[in-house]
C-alpha cells in the first residue's frame, strides 16, 4: 500500500465523445476508511470508480490501487459491486460466490465453505443450491454483494450499493460495510442518498459534472453551512420580521434565520426587550443533505433529476 | 504469485466455468449425439436414393440386335470385361434379341430403359443410344472388338497373366495426396461443427450484465481465452467421444477397407501425422474460435449474432477450399499461402504433413500460428474494451496528436 492511502486519483479525466464525463478528479482513499464519493446522477461516479478498478482507462491522469498503478494487479485484493448487478442465471448461489472468490484467487473448495456460512448468517442458508433465476431480485442482490467479499478484500467498492434495496436489506447493508471496515478493509462507495453517507462516511468527495467540488469529512461537509436558529415567540402570529436577523423566514409558527456570526444572544435579548418572548429555540445544524445542495447548486441537483 | 501465474489462474477459472456451464446442461447431449441424428438421417436418405438408384439402374438394359451365334460371342467379351470394373460401376447387363428389329425403336421399349442398341454384324456394328448413356455405346464397341478378336484367335487367350498381390513400404504419392486431403478435411469438418460455438459466448455475459464482475477482476484477453479455452474443453470432449466410438467401429470394417485405408500413408509417418493433426486442430480451433469470439462479442443481440452463422461458414469453406487446393499442389505458391495465412495455415500444414516428411517446419508453423491466436485475442479483447466498455477516447491517438499540433 502507498503510505496511508488505499487509493488514489489524480487528474483523471474521461471522455465519451466531446463530452468530458470525469474532468479532473482528483481522490485520496485514506486504508481503513469508509469513502463515499457522492454526487447526482450523470455526475460521473460510476465512471470514476471504473477507472479507479481500472476497467476502463483514463485519458488522462494517474491512479493507484493497493499502490499498484495497474489497477488488475492488485484485483486479488479488491472487492466489487457494481451498479448493474450481474450473476449468471443457471448457477447456484453458493456456487456463483465460489466463482467470484475464484476469480480473485480465492481456492474453490474454501469459497464455497465460506458461502455457505455467509448464506447462513445473512439468512439464506435455504438457498444455498438455488440457481440464481430462482431467486428474488433482493436476494440476488445480496449473494452478489456477498460474493465481493467472500475473498476479504482489502479494498471494497460499493457502486450505489443501496439502489434496488429494501430498508431491511439497506440496513443489514450498512452493517455489512461497517463489519468490513472494522476487519481492515477500506470501503469506497459511491450513493447519492445522503442518509446513509451520513451514517457511514469517515469521510467523502461530491462530484458533480465530472468535477470534484468537496473532499473532507462529513463534519467539514456540513460545517460549510452556518448553523440555523429556530426561534418561536410567545405569540406566533406577531410581527417581529424587523426584530430578527435580515434573512429570517417564517417556518409553522416560528422563525429560521441563520445563526449570527456573534451568537444567539443579542438577538434573544433583542427579542426579550421588545416583549415577544421565548416558546422554542433551537439551533439545528444542517445535514449532509443541505450540505451537498449547497455545494453542488441546487439547479445541478434539478438537473440530475 | 506472478502476473502471469495470476492471469493463467484466472483464465483456466473462467475456462472451467464456460465448460461447466456448457457441459452439464441437458442441450449438450442433443449437441454430443448431432452426428448420430445427423448420420441417421443421412443414412435413411442415402438408403432411400440408392434403393432409387438401385432400382432404375436394374430395369437398364443393353440390347444386342443380332443373330444368336454373334450375341454368343458379344456375351463372353463382355463376361471379361466387364470383370475389369469396379462393382458399383458396371455397365447394364445385356439383352439379345435375336429377330429382326428396328434397333432405334429397341431404345423406346417400355418393359426396361434401353441404354444402348448394338445391332451387328460385329465387323461393322451400328450402335444407338439414349442422351446421356454415351459410355454405354462406347462399351459396346469395345466390346464388339474384343468379341471379333477372339474368335480370330479361335477364342483362345493370347495372354496368360500371373497376378500377385504384393505389399508396398513406400509411400505413394496418390496415397499421400489422398491422406493430405483427409487431414484437410478432417479438421475442416471438425472446426466447422465447434468452433462457430464460440462465437455467441460473450453474448451471455454481457446480457446478464456479469462482464462487468469479469472485466473488474480479470484482464479481458484473459477472459476472451478462458472462454476460448473453455469451448475447446467442450471441443476435445467431443472429439474423444466420437474418434472412441469411430476407433471401435474401425476395427470391424472389413479387410479390403482396412487394407486400402493402410494406403494412406502420410510422409511424416502416422505416429507423428496423428500428433502433428491434433496439434492442428487445436490450432485451427483456436484461430478461428478466436476470431469468431472477437467479432461475436461485438454483437449485441442473438439476431446479430445469428447473422454472423453466414460469413463464419463462407469464412470456413474459403479456408478448406484454399488448403484442399495446397493438399493437391504441394510446393506451388499457392501452397505457400495457405501455410502462411494464418487462419488456412493449419488446414494447409496438416495436408504439408501428408506430403512432406521434414518435421521442423511445423515447429515454426504451430508457433506462427499460436502467436496470431494472441493477435487475435489482444485484438478482440481491444475492440471489446472500447466499444462495449466504452473504454475508448473520444478519437484515436494519431487524431490526438495532430489536433494538438
Avoid at chain 2, 483362345?156 to 513406400?170: D, K, M, N
Wanted: aromatic share 8%; charged share 20%; with cysteine.
Amino acid at each position: 500500500m502507498a503510505g496511508d492511502w488505499a487509493v488514489t486519483a489524480e487528474g483523471l479525466v474521461k471522455r465519451f465523445g466531446e463530452r468530458r464525463v470525469v474532468d479532473g478528479v482528483d481522490l485520496a482513499v485514506p486504508a481503513g476508511a469508509i469513502y463515499g464519493v457522492l454526487g447526482p446522477n450523470g455526475a460521473g461516479k460510476t465512471t470514476t470508480l471504473r477507472m479507479l478498478l481500472g476497467i476502463i482507462e483514463p485519458d488522462e491522469g494517474e491512479r493507484t490501487l493497493l499502490g499498484r498503478a495497474q489497477p488488475q494487479d492488485a484485483s486479488d485484493h479488491v472487492g466489487y459491486l457494481p451498479e448493474e448487478r450481474g450473476l449468471y442465471p443457471a448457477m447456484k448461489a453458493r456456487e456463483a460466490i465460489a466463482f467470484m472468490g475464484a476469480l480473485r484467487g480465492l481456492d474453490w473448495r474454501l469459497g464455497r465453505t465460506r458461502a455457505s456460512e455467509m448464506l447462513e448468517a445473512a439468512g439464506l442458508g435455504h438457498a444455498a443450491d438455488e440457481k440464481i433465476r430462482k431467486l428474488s431480485k433482493g436476494m440476488a442482490q445480496l449473494v452478489q454483494l456477498l460474493g465481493s467479499v467472500v475473498h476479504q478484500p482489502d479494498v471494497l467498492v460499493l457502486d450505489e450499493p443501496f439502489s434496488g434495496l429494501d430498508p431491511v436489506n439497506q440496513e443489514r447493508l450498512e452493517r455489512l460495510i461497517v463489519a468490513e471496515r472494522d476487519r481492515g478493509a477500506t470501503i469506497l462507495f459511491s450513493t447519492h442518498i445522503m442518509s446513509h453517507a451520513q451514517r457511514l462516511c469517515d469521510r467523502l468527495a461530491v462530484i458533480a459534472g465530472g468535477k470534484r467540488r468537496f473532499e473532507g469529512t462529513v463534519e467539514d461537509a456540513r460545517a460549510l453551512l452556518p448553523q440555523q436558529v429556530h426561534y418561536v415567540p410567545n405569540h406566533p402570529g406577531a410581527d417581529i420580521a424587523a426584530t430578527l436577523p435580515d434573512d429570517a423566514t417564517r417556518d409553522g409558527e416560528g422563525w429560521r434565520f441563520t445563526l449570527p456570526p456573534d451568537g444567539i444572544e443579542r438577538t434573544l435579548k433583542q427579542l426579550i426587550d421588545a416583549g415577544h418572548g421565548i416558546s422554542g429555540l433551537s439551533i439545528e445544524r444542517p445535514a449532509l443533505h443541505e450540505a451537498f445542495v449547497h455545494i453542488v447548486g441546487a439547479q445541478a441537483v434539478e438537473t440530475a433529476r | 504469485m506472478t502476473r502471469f501465474q495470476r492471469q493463467l489462474r484466472q483464465t483456466l477459472t473462467i475456462a472451467r466455468r464456460d465448460f461447466i456451464a456448457t457441459v452439464f446442461t441437458p442441450i449438450f447431449l442433443l449437441f454430443l449425439f448431432a452426428p448420430l441424428i445427423m448420420s441417421s438421417f443421412g443414412a435413411i436418405g442415402g438408403l432411400g436414393a440408392a434403393n432409387a438408384a438401385d432400382g432404375s439402374s436394374d430395369k437398364q438394359r443393353m440390347v444386342l440386335v443380332m443373330p444368336l451365334d454373334e450375341a454368343r460371342l458379344v456375351r463372353a467379351a463382355d463376361e471379361q470385361l466387364r470383370a475389369t470394373f469396379p462393382r458399383d460401376a458396371r455397365p447394364p447387363a445385356i439383352v439379345v434379341v435375336a429377330d429382326p428389329v428396328d434397333p432405334r425403336g429397341q431404345l423406346q421399349r417400355r418393359d426396361f430403359d434401353v441404354s444402348a442398341v448394338m445391332q451387328g454384324p460385329l465387323d461393322r456394328p451400328a450402335i444407338f443410344y439414349a442422351a446421356g448413356n454415351r459410355r454405354d455405346a462406347r462399351y459396346l464397341a469395345a466390346v464388339a472388338d474384343v468379341a471379333l478378336r477372339r474368335h480370330a484367335t479361335g477364342e483362345a487367350r493370347l495372354s496368360t497373366p500371373v497376378i500377385e498381390r504384393v505389399s508396398v513400404s513406400t509411400p505413394s504419392q496418390g496415397g499421400q495426396k489422398t491422406a493430405a486431403f483427409f487431414a484437410v478435411f478432417g479438421i475442416f469438418f471438425l472446426t466447422l461443427f465447434l468452433s462457430g460455438q464460440v462465437v455467441g459466448t460473450m453474448a451471455e455475459e454481457r446480457n446478464n450484465k456479469v462482464i462487468e464482475v469479469l472485466a473488474a477482476a480479470v484482464p479481458l484477453e484473459s477472459v476472451f481465452l478462458g472462454k476460448l479455452l473453455g469451448m475447446f474443453g467442450v471441443a476435445v470432449l467431443f472429439v474423444a467421444f466420437w474418434g472412441t466410438i469411430i476407433t471401435q467401429v474401425g476395427q470391424f470394417l472389413p479387410a479390403d477397407l482396412a487394407s486400402q485405408a493402410a494406403q494412406l500413408v502420410p510422409a511424416v509417418g502416422l505416429g507423428w501425422f496423428a500428433l502433428l493433426f491434433v496439434a492442428y486442430f487445436t490450432t485451427a480451433y483456436l484461430l478461428l474460435g478466436a476470431v469468431f469470439l472477437g467479432v461475436g462479442a461485438q454483437a449485441s443481440t442473438m439476431r446479430e449474432i445469428q447473422m454472423l452463422s453466414l460469413p463464419i461458414t463462407v469464412v470456413q469453406v474459403g479456408m478448406f477450399a484454399l488448403s484442399s487446393a495446397a493438399a493437391s499442389r504441394p510446393g506451388t505458391w499457392i501452397a505457400t499461402l495457405a501455410e502462411l495465412f494464418p487462419l488456412s495455415s493449419p488446414f494447409a500444414m496438416a495436408g504439408h504433413a501428408a506430403n512432406r516428411p521434414e518435421l521442423w517446419p511445423h515447429a515454426a508453423a504451430l508457433a506462427w500460428q499460436l502467436m496470431w491466436v494472441s493477435i487475435f485475442i489482444t485484438v478482440g479483447a481491444r475492440l471489446f474494451r472500447r466499444g462495449v466498455l466504452q473504454s475508448a477516447s473520444s478519437k484515436p491517438a494519431w487524431k490526438r496528436l495532430f489536433a494538438r499540433g
